[in-house]
C-alpha cells in the first residue's frame, strides 16, 4: 500500500509540473517576447539615428568621429536583436521540450504506478468461491514459496454441495434422516 501511495504522490508531482509548465510556459514566451520587440524599437531608433548621422557627415556637419560612433551603436543594437530574437527562439523550444518531457514523465509515473497496483494485487488472496474455512495451512505474514504447484492455504467447504460417504448398518438404516 505504501509503495502505491508513493507512486501515485510521484504521478501528482509530475502532473504539477506539467500543468506549471502549461500554465508559465506562455508567460515566458511572452516576456521573450516583449523583450525582443523593444530591442526591435531600439534597432529602428539607431538605424534612424546612422541615417541622420550619415545625412549629416555628407553635409559637412559632424566630424568622421561621429558617424563612426553612429554606425558603432547601430552594430551593437543589430547584433543585440539577432540576440534576442535567438533567446526567443531558445525560449520556445525550451518550452516545447519541457512540455514532451513534462507529458512523458506523466506517463511513466501513470505506469509505474499501474505496476505498483499489480503488485498490491497479489498481496491479496481470494478465495473462488464462498463457503466455510475447514483449515488454515498457513498463517498471516508467513513466506510461501511458490513452484509450480500452488500451495494450499485453507480447505474451504462449499455446504451447498456437502456429500458425506459413510458406512451404516442395516438395523441403523432406518434411523438415517
Do not use: C
Not at 4 to 16: C, G, N
Not at 70 to 88: F, P
Not at 136 to 151: C, K
Amino acid at each position: 500500500k505504501a509503495n502505491v501511495m508513493k507512486r501515485q504522490a510521484e504521478l501528482d508531482i509530475a502532473r504539477i509540473n506539467l500543468s506549471a509548465t502549461k500554465a508559465l510556459g506562455p508567460i515566458k514566451i511572452e516576456k521573450a517576447e516583449a523583450d525582443w520587440k523593444r530591442t526591435k524599437v531600439t534597432y529602428d531608433v539607431e538605424v534612424l539615428e546612422h541615417k541622420r548621422q550619415l545625412a549629416l557627415f555628407k553635409e559637412g556637419l559632424i566630424s568622421p568621429q561621429a558617424l563612426d560612433l553612429a554606425e558603432e551603436e547601430l552594430l551593437i543594437a543589430r547584433e543585440v536583436l539577432k540576440a534576442s530574437g535567438k533567446a526567443l527562439e531558445l525560449i520556445k523550444e525550451q518550452i516545447a521540450e519541457d512540455l514532451r518531457q513534462g507529458q512523458a514523465e506523466v506517463e511513466s509515473a501513470q505506469a509505474t504506478l499501474r505496476i505498483a497496483e499489480v503488485e498490491q494485487s497479489y498481496a491479496t488472496l481470494k478465495s473462488p468461491l464462498s463457503g466455510i474455512i475447514a483449515s488454515v495451512s498457513t498463517q498471516e505474514g508467513e513466506t510461501v514459496a511458490v513452484g509450480l504447484s500452488a500451495p494450499t492455504f485453507v480447505t474451504i467447504i462449499d455446504l451447498d454441495r456437502l456429500q458425506v460417504e459413510t458406512y451404516v448398518d442395516e438395523v441403523d438404516i432406518g434411523k438415517i434422516k
